[in-house]
C-alpha cells in the first residue's frame, strides 16, 4: 500500500539522519547508493533491501511510525 504523503529527501539529509543515529555503515551504503533526491516509497524499498523496515526509516528521518 502506498502512503499518500510521498515525501522527497535529498541524499545528503538520508545520509546525516543515518549518521546521527549511529549507522555509518548504511550511512555510507547510502552516500553511494542514493540518488540526489529520493522519495520515500524509494527510500522504503531501498531500506527493504538494507535489512531496515519502514518504521525504523520514519523513526531516522524525524517522523513516527
Not at 546521527?20 to 527510500?43: K, R, S, V, W
Amino acid at each position: 500500500m502506498q502512503d499518500s504523503r510521498n515525501y522527497v529527501y535529498s541524499r545528503e539529509y538520508v545520509v546525516d539522519r543515518l549518521r546521527c543515529f549511529g549507522l555509518q555503515e548504511l550511512a555510507n551504503e547510502a552516500l553511494h547508493e542514493l540518488p540526489d533526491q529520493i522519495d520515500t516509497d524509494q527510500l522504503w524499498a531501498w531500506g527493504m533491501r538494507h535489512g531496515v523496515t519502514k518504521d525504523e526509516l520514519i523513526s531516522h528521518m524525524g517522523g513516527s511510525p
